[in-house]
């Protein structure tokens, strides 16, 4: 699952190594056959994960998925059933939580409202028998680095909820943990302020260089965020990879559909090569109308074997033609049915004859008060090769 | 808001407040008034205070001999000591029993918790002098509990229980738990569990996060339980009369002996009068200095 698409460039090295690439490279967490069950449900089911040092690491699914109990384990709340934990070599299991160096931000930020500002960051210190001054220091450095100087001695009650995600944060961070964990870390904020914490988290994610793993439902948060994302679902690691891989590169219909929007079709391969620009490549027949979908690369099955083939809406062009016109290789005929006007882009749904439902999008690249292509209109849509992506389930 | 709401509103907070009127400071200004008066034999056994001279003059004399009397004799002064030194233990005791269960109560599952919580109130269900009388049969010497230890041969001869300080606060201690119970439970309950778990994660062993966090966050019930317990036992009557010794002389009975057997009523009444000031200058101050916290 973690091997590397074929035909994948690699990504512009802008954080530095991908240390997850590299098979010498010894990984920093180590999951193994990691299991948790509640009763007769299993939330956790036999991952095993690498996550190596530095990166900031998402666990992206939707509720009951799994990422939140998987967390809740590297935590030490929740005891695994079966399988291990290893940080840096050391085994994890055995160690409650208060002794882990291991530190988490909490969902609803967990500040004790009984404290200031100054002793919820410094909680942490002062169980580890941290000398005063040395407390002091380290609490005033934490709120310089999420920009909160000046605002120590405020209760939490008395700050925005920025403002107490920014305490939440510096209170986990100063204990300098070796792992930093974060659940949900944007999801009690507004969504203007979001777009800004984003980056801010970043940033303080690499000039602390502290590993993170965070678990999040917002895939938008994970792809900007993430060096890498595992989308989890029913306990299980759908997929792991950049955020580019997984979302260029789905390794099922089910990450297809979570990251972005696809269009998934059902065939039957039919020839398994060559089809293509070059030497790799499958042609995939429709089951459900008379169409071809031509991929540039090699199909997961062999001849005669049923697949999925996806399509991303952004990757297809819509052009007017004739009525009646009939499907070719990577191009289907229908009618408009719903047009979604977003600014930035137009999405279009397309009804084919058969009555399925075909979505693309088009950038708005020109000022256009009314769309050339409107309701009703008889279109085609296209997309090249490269766009097919032919899927085992 | 329309005018209607308006009245409706106003009246839900005036009513209670015209019945504590009425039925609060009424019967306290009386009681101020009687222990203002001098005692007198007759019906009712205490001067007017507004009385004609033989000059025709309208004269209001007021007597302080009642309360110079509460000062002057040490009995009073040691009543006043002695029940706030019963109360103060007996709620203190109340808190260190109360806490442990309220904490288990609110950490029980949620569909065991009304369980536990209706146990803790069934006492309510008899008769509060049924339950104080129950404990005779209990402590006296050949009562349940001495049987008991005789049967299992800790004891050759049977224990003092009943008559003693010690009955007196089984007794406090035992009709007044829930009281102490039912406030700590409801700050636990409301604790939010992620604190804790935050608690830990920055490394607190359970018994520190218990300091640090759960206690401090339960301050507001633990004051409450304290005061629901504390001030009804000062005055407590029933219980030191039925389960006491002859020298538990509190001020809830020293109070009835003066106005019942004495015939007192000015004393009686400057000895309620104090108790209450006793009590509610030092909560007012509390109450003062909190709110400004």
Redesign the interface.
């Known amino acids: 699952m973690q091997t590397q698409p074929p035909g994948l460039r690699p990504r512009a090295p802008e954080r530095g190594p991908e240390p997850w690439r590299d098979p010498e490279a010894e990984p920093y967490v180590r999951l193994r056959g990691l299991t948790r069950r509640f009763g007769d449900v299993v939330a956790v089911d036999a991952i095993d994960l690498d996550i190596y040092r530095g990166e900031l690491f998402a666990l992206l699914g939707g509720s009951g998925s799994g990422k939140s109990t998987l967390l809740r384990m590297l935590?030490?709340?929740e005891r695994p059933d079966e399988g291990s934990i290893t940080l840096e070599g050391q085994d994890l299991a055995p160690v409650?939580?208060?002794?882990r160096p291991?530190?988490?931000m909490?969902q609803?930020y967990?500040?004790?409202?009984?404290m200031s500002v100054a002793d919820n960051i410094g909680?942490?210190l002062r169980?580890?028998g941290v000398a005063r001054a040395e407390i002091a220091r380290r609490v005033e450095e934490m709120l310089e680095l999420v920009q909160l100087g000046g605002l120590g001695a405020r209760r939490p009650q008395a700050l925005s909820g920025g403002q107490r995600q920014r305490v939440a944060l510096a209170?986990?961070l100063v204990?300098r943990p070796k792992l930093l964990l974060l659940d949900e870390p944007l999801g009690a904020l507004d969504k203007s302020l979001r777009e800004a914490t984003q980056f801010e988290l970043v940033n303080i994610q690499e000039r602390t260089g502290t590993t993170f793993i965070m678990v999040t439902h917002d895939q938008e948060e994970a792809m900007t965020m993430a060096t890498r994302i595992a989308v989890m679902t029913d306990g299980r690691l759908a997929q792991v990879g950049t955020p580019a891989e997984v979302y260029e590169y789905p390794a099922s219909r089910f990450v297809a559909g979570f990251l972005g929007t696809a269009n998934v079709f059902e065939g039957i391969v039919k020839r398994a090569q060559g089809s293509g620009v070059g030497a790799a490549g499958a042609l995939v027949e429709s089951t459900a109308f008379d169409a071809f979908f031509a991929s540039d690369t090699d199909p997961p099955k062999p001849e005669g074997g049923r697949v999925f083939v996806a399509v991303r809406p952004e990757k297809m062009r819509i052009e007017k033609s004739a009525e009646g016109t009939a499907h070719g290789t990577n191009a289907l005929s229908g009618l408009v049915r719903d047009i979604a006007y977003y600014g930035d882009f137009v999405m279009y749904v397309v009804a084919l004859p058969d009555g399925s439902l075909v979505r693309v999008s088009r950038p708005t690249e020109t000022r256009m008060t009314e769309l050339p292509i409107t309701w009703n209109d008889a279109v085609t849509v296209r997309w090249q090769d490269f766009a097919t992506v032919v899927l085992a389930q | 808001m329309t005018g209607t709401q308006r009245i409706g509103r106003r009246l839900v907070v005036a009513l209670p407040y015209a019945w504590l009127l009425l039925f609060f400071l009424g019967p306290f200004l009386i009681v101020a008034r009687i222990a203002l008066s001098e005692a007198a034999l007759g019906i009712p056994p205490y001067a007017p205070l507004l009385r004609w001279t033989e000059e025709n003059v309208l004269t209001l004399v007021l007597n302080l001999g009642s309360f110079a009397t509460l000062f002057d004799d040490p009995f009073y002064v040691d009543a006043y000591l002695r029940s706030l030194n019963v109360a103060f233990v007996s709620a203190l005791l109340c808190l260190l029993l109360g806490y442990p269960m309220a904490y288990a109560i609110a950490l029980a599952p949620a569909h065991r918790r009304n369980l536990l919580l209706l146990l803790v109130i069934l006492p309510f269900w008899t008769s509060f002098l049924l339950r104080v009388m129950a404990w005779i049969g209990i402590l006296q010497d050949q009562g349940v509990l001495n049987g008991a230890l005789l049967s299992l041969g800790l004891i050759d001869e049977p224990l003092r229980l009943l008559y003693t300080d010690f009955a007196v606060y089984v007794g406090i201690v035992y009709c007044y738990l829930p009281f102490m119970v039912l406030p700590l439970y409801a700050t636990l309950a409301r604790l939010?569990p992620?604190?804790l778990?935050?608690?830990?994660?920055?490394?607190?062993?359970p018994f520190?996060?218990f300091v640090?966090?759960t206690l401090?966050?339960s301050l507001p019930g633990i004051v409450a339980g304290f005061m629901l317990v504390f001030i009804p036992a000062v005055g407590e009557f029933v219980i030191p009369e039925l389960l006491g010794g002859p020298d538990a002389q509190l001020v809830g009975r020293v109070l009835w002996v003066e106005f019942f057997q004495n015939r007192d009523w000015p004393m009686a009444s400057a000895l309620a009068v104090a108790l209450l000031l006793v009590l509610v200058i030092p909560i007012a101050v509390f109450q003062h200095l909190a709110a400004r916290r």
């Open positions: 935590a030490g709340f409650p939580p208060y002794e291991v530190n988490m909490f609803s967990a500040l004790f409202p009984h909680y942490g169980r580890e209170r986990s204990k | 939010d992620v604190l778990q935050a608690a830990a994660d920055l490394g607190a062993r520190r996060a640090t966090v401090p966050l």
